[in-house]
């Protein structure tokens, strides 16, 4: 671990209840990344079930989005 980050994470202990969650989200999407990973999020999903009824996309287009490289499932 390099020392600009050891020294901002030995900072994280006084930050608010807030700003550590948001942390925690930054450094998850960061580690699903690294591990070649991709969850859609709600409002992605909503988009692609919307676009899948409203015809704008076929039934199989939506399923290919989510089978892109394997990279997207659903939730």
């Known amino acids: 671990m390099n ?5 901002l994470l030995e900072r994280v202990d006084g930050w608010s209840e807030s700003d550590q969650a948001e942390l925690a989200e930054i450094l998850e999407q960061i580690e699903i990344r ?10 992605e999903l909503q988009t692609l079930d919307e676009a899948d009824s409203s015809g704008i996309a076929s ?6 989005a989510f089978q892109t490289d394997g990279l997207l499932s659903r939730g």
Not at 3 to 7: F, I, P
Not at 34 to 43: D, M, S
Not at 59 to 64: G, H, I, N
């Open 3 to 7: 020392a600009r980050l050891k020294e």
């Open 34 to 43: 690294h591990r070649g990973e991709y969850h859609a999020t709600p409002e």
């Open 59 to 64: 039934e199989q287009e939506v399923e290919a």
